[in-house]
């Protein structure tokens, strides 16, 4: 398929949505960590805010690259930041109801809920890099090969512990980790495949 340029106004709109997501994102991660019961889901999550840490640093180069200024707003981005304050808020709200593990279900969904933002937005400048010209979509490239393989995991692996821990929440025999863990899922066709895969992990 021939390139073309894109709606550069739009580009650097995700562009700054992307980068309130990763900034956003180390707060989610430091207050899920808090929540976590799990041992192996603790670890997990520290591990997914280093690599958030890393992420952000990547788009900052982006942003220096192409001579954006990263404290620039936008009401994209204005939601953005809304949408993961209201995150770290839901389970701030779950920690203080007093139960521990309902308060790690919640986090669970609200990482599942930003990781899905995260992994939307590096979709899509995977897209740029593919179908839009010059300069701009080789930096976007260079990026996106960066980071791609975390947030499939993150995104992936976040949902099987979030599917787990609630089956296991409901009185139902769990598989933890989950099946995305002991996969090495990185895909969309391997966290299907993984789920599938459950209950004959449940019979082995």
Request: glycine share 6%; net charge negative; aromatic share 6%.
């Amino acid at each position: 398929m021939k390139r073309k340029s894109g709606n550069d106004a739009q580009i650097t709109e995700l562009l700054y949505q992307a980068l309130e997501t990763e900034i956003g994102g180390l707060s989610v991660y430091e207050t899920a960590v808090s929540c976590a019961v799990n041992e192996d889901l603790k670890k997990e999550w520290r591990e997914y805010l280093e690599e958030t840490r890393t992420h952000q640093r990547v788009l900052l180069t982006v942003f220096e690259q192409l001579g954006l200024d990263p404290e620039a707003k936008s009401p994209g981005r204005d939601v953005v930041r809304h949408l993961g304050e209201s995150l770290v808020k839901a389970m701030k709200m779950a920690v203080s109801a007093g139960d521990a593990n309902a308060a790690q279900l919640v986090a669970t969904e609200c990482v599942v809920l930003a990781e899905t933002k995260d992994h939307a937005n590096w979709s899509l400048i995977g897209f740029i890099a593919e179908h839009h010209t010059g300069r701009e979509a080789k930096i976007l490239k260079q990026a996106h090969e960066a980071v791609a393989t975390d947030e499939e995991h993150h995104l992936y692996h976040t949902q099987g512990w979030s599917r787990e821990l609630w089956i296991e929440s409901l009185g139902f025999p769990a598989v933890l980790p989950p099946p995305e863990e002991v996969k090495k899922v990185e895909s969309a066709i391997g966290a299907s495949r993984a789920e599938q895969a459950r209950d004959k992990m449940l019979n082995s």
